[in-house]
């Protein structure tokens, strides 16, 4: 596990979750084109940089209430959308609340395959 992954909740940074994760992302910009991979320890990195907080502009929700209900509530967003042509990489990725991830996707049109 990263050294600085330690600092955040242990079921937010379980290591088989994150490579779950990346590997999703990953698989995904295959699908799309784009170039570039994450890791999980950019995915871990990304947590700790977050400091347990929505990332997206103007929101900056907990993830996770205090008793640990939808701690796991959180994704990664890529900045410049995978089906847009941006790249798969830890520039590019943030991770924010999954209700603001839908409604930023309903808001630039973003197609999932």
Do not use: Y
């Amino acid at each position: 596990m990263a050294a600085s992954a330690v600092r955040c909740k242990p079921r937010m940074i379980d290591e088989a979750n994150l490579r779950r994760r990346a590997n999703s992302a990953n698989a995904r910009a295959r699908k799309f084109g784009a170039v570039g991979t994450i890791t999980w320890q950019d995915i871990a990195d990304a947590l700790v940089a977050a400091q347990g907080r929505c990332q997206n502009e103007g929101c900056s929700r907990p993830f996770g209430g205090p008793h640990g209900r939808f701690r796991d509530q959180w994704v990664i967003s890529f900045v410049i959308p995978l089906s847009h042509g941006g790249p798969c990489c830890r520039a590019n990725m943030r991770i924010i609340w999954r209700l603001c991830e839908m409604r930023r996707t309903h808001e630039l049109g973003v197609r999932w395959i």
